[in-house]
């Protein structure tokens, strides 16, 4: 099955400057890889996706590289704020007769300093 | 539109002891999947429903069961409770459209917080 790993499991950033997560995955079949954002006592919710097809996508501040050879893909967030202080989790999703299979990372948690 | 709803929020049961939990969906949102999350292994997928059929399935014991109903209502049942079952278990919601097959954001639900004594 898909294996992800994530690292590193923690990050401190001075709040301006930029925070990167990186994620690798084993199974060459997964072709959507999501970012999800948990805050403290909240559900995870989906900031940013990508697609097999694609090697960048950006979102204001937030965005995310695709290496498929190397099979990894990475999120950078730039000009980090304390409102960015949360749980990353990465997961790669393969599709099989139209469902997927989502498997998470590990998480990061992210502390932006003030 | 309301967002995806899980019962009980808490929970507190002890050993051997066996528990359901509840989820409903996102209006029009077909597929369900299960996930525990645990300070030191993260979101880890339990089962997906799809049409009240299990279409996928993670590494878990078979004390782990869940079942969809026709409404998209979600279960998920854990028995003979043990320690380490204490987590957050989480419910996501997706939108499945027939051309193109699943959109792929989910959509989690808050969660229920199970702790095993």
């Known amino acids: 099955g898909e294996n992800v790993e994530q690292h590193p499991s923690t990050l401190s950033v001075q709040e301006g400057d930029s925070a990167v997560i990186k994620c690798t995955y084993s199974?060459?079949?997964?072709?959507?890889f999501p970012w999800y954002k948990q805050e403290l006592g909240k559900r995870p919710q989906l900031i940013i996706d990508?697609?097999?097809?694609?090697g960048e996508k950006k979102d204001q501040r937030i965005a995310v590289t695709l290496n498929k050879t190397a099979k990894h893909f990475s999120l950078h967030i730039t000009e980090t704020q304390p409102e960015d202080s949360a749980v990353y989790f990465c997961a790669a999703s393969s599709e099989s007769g139209g469902y997927q299979k989502v498997t998470f990372g590990i998480g990061t948690k992210l502390q932006v300093i003030p | 539109k309301a967002g995806v709803t899980q019962t009980p929020r808490y929970l507190i049961k002890t050993r051997g002891q066996q528990v359901t939990l509840s989820c409903s969906p996102i209006?029009?949102?077909?597929?369900v999947s299960w996930y525990q999350q645990t300070p030191g292994q993260g979101l880890q997928f339990l089962f997906e429903?799809?049409?009240?059929?299990?279409?996928n399935k993670g590494n878990f014991p078979g004390r782990f069961s869940g079942r969809q109903f026709s409404n998209s209502r979600s279960e998920m049942n854990v028995s003979t409770l043990e320690l380490g079952d204490s987590a957050l278990y989480l419910c996501a919601s997706s939108l499945y459209r027939l051309a193109g097959g699943n959109t792929g954001e989910l959509f989690f639900g808050e969660g229920s917080r199970l702790t095993v004594l």
């Open positions: 990508i697609r097999s097809n694609v």
């Open positions: 209006s029009g949102h077909r597929s």
């Open positions: 199974d060459s079949a997964s072709n959507y």
């Open positions: 429903y799809f049409s009240e059929t299990q279409r």
